[in-house]
Every structure is written in structure tokens, then in C-alpha cells.
């Protein structure tokens, strides 16, 4: 099997645990660890598809979406025994996240050809999901938080383009950009790293205009 399909199917995987456990969070019944656990595991790469005019890839293959009903199932069960639900949920987008990087940027290149598709199709496809979980939950979004995280996505989207434009082997292209996503959103995670904030400053008074 290719390693890109792997990472594929781990990328559902997890990006449907995230949702299944912001599911927990909000003490919804099994049919909104479903619903949420779906949404997320496939929303990224279904606006992906979309995007450029490809198939859906859960319509052509409906397993991935048993995968993120049975890992719904399975958090329903056993979300209890996580002590800190919301960093767990953190962690594992994180690993989703540097996943779908590699595989946005894999789908956009062959699709395209172009390396400018690919990274934006990697960022989009690692980014969507959380996104949509954490405006169907009601949880904070990732993107309003001070951590980095689109550009840990575009990080690994980048490294993945620039690696097969190289012409290295797919499996070495998809574990170091896989490795280079995780580790910019890890860090940005364990030591707090940001980009520096915008600061508004007082405006002028129309008088003070010459």
C-alpha cells in the first residue's frame, strides 16, 4: 500500500478523535460523537476534492468514513478515562494536522502540478477540519489562539512540494514533512511559540491631519 494512503487513513483517524472528544466535552449522545467525528476527519479533504474538481474521496471509498464512525464509537466509551480531554484533543490535531499537510500537498501536486496548489491544498486540507469542529462545537477556534498553526500546516505542505520537486522518494518527502509539521506545531504547543501580535495604536484626530 502507498505510504501517502497510511497517512491517509491515520489523518481520518485522528482528526475523527479530535471531534469525537469535543464531543465529549460538550456531554453529546453517541449520535454527536458521529456527527462530529465525521465532519472532522473528512471536511478538509472534502473541500480539498472539491476545490479541484476531483471525486470525493470518501464517496469513492466509504471506508473512510467507517473509520471515523468506529472511532467515534470507540471515544464514547473510553473518553472517560482521559484526565484532560482538551489537551489530548490538542495533541492529536496536531498529529492530524501534520498528516494532512503532507497529503493536501501530495493530492494538489498531482492534481496540478503546480507547487503554489499543492502548499495552499496541504495548508486547506490540515487546517479545514479543526476548523469546522471547533465552530460545531462552539470550542474556541485554532485560529483565534496566539499559538502557530496554519503555518506549521504550510510548513509541512511546503517541505512535501519542494521534496518531490527535488525528485526524492514519496516515502522520505511524506515523513519529513510529516515531522517538520508536527514538530512547528508541537513547539508552538509545549513552549507557547507565536508570531509577534498586531498592536493598534490611537489614531489621529481629523483636526491633527495637515
Known amino acids: 500500500m502507498n505510504p501517502l494512503l497510511y497517512l491517509d487513513y491515520a489523518g481520518v483517524a485522528v482528526f475523527a478523535a479530535t471531534g469525537a472528544l469535543a464531543a465529549s466535552r460538550k456531554e453529546l449522545d453517541v449520535i454527536g460523537f458521529l456527527f462530529l467525528a465525521s465532519f472532522t476527519g473528512i471536511g478538509g479533504g472534502t473541500v480539498r476534492d472539491v476545490i479541484l474538481g476531483l471525486p470525493i474521496f470518501w464517496v469513492i471509498n466509504p471506508a473512510y468514513v467507517l473509520v471515523c464512525a468506529s472511532v467515534a464509537v470507540l471515544v464514547f466509551f473510553t473518553a472517560h478515562l482521559v484526565e484532560s480531554r482538551y489537551k489530548l484533543l490538542l495533541w492529536l490535531d496536531a498529529l492530524g494536522m501534520a498528516a494532512y499537510a503532507a497529503i493536501g500537498a501530495a ?71 510529516f515531522v517538520a509539521a508536527f514538530m512547528v506545531r508541537g513547539g508552538a504547543l509545549r513552549f507557547g511559540w507565536t508570531f509577534p501580535a498586531y498592536r493598534s495604536r490611537p489614531g489621529r484626530r481629523p483636526e491633527d491631519i495637515p
Open 107 to 177: 493530492k494538489g501536486l498531482e492534481a496540478t502540478g503546480s507547487p503554489t496548489v499543492a502548499i495552499i491544498m496541504g495548508m486547506l486540507t490540515a487546517t479545514f477540519g479543526g476548523i469546522l469542529r471547533d465552530l460545531l462545537a462552539g470550542e474556541p477556534s485554532v485560529l483565534l489562539k496566539p499559538e502557530i498553526y496554519v503555518s506549521a500546516a504550510m510548513t509541512g505542505a511546503a517541505i512535501y512540494t519542494l521534496a518531490e520537486l527535488a525528485e526524492l522518494p514519496t516515502e522520505l518527502s511524506t515523513v519529513v514533512a
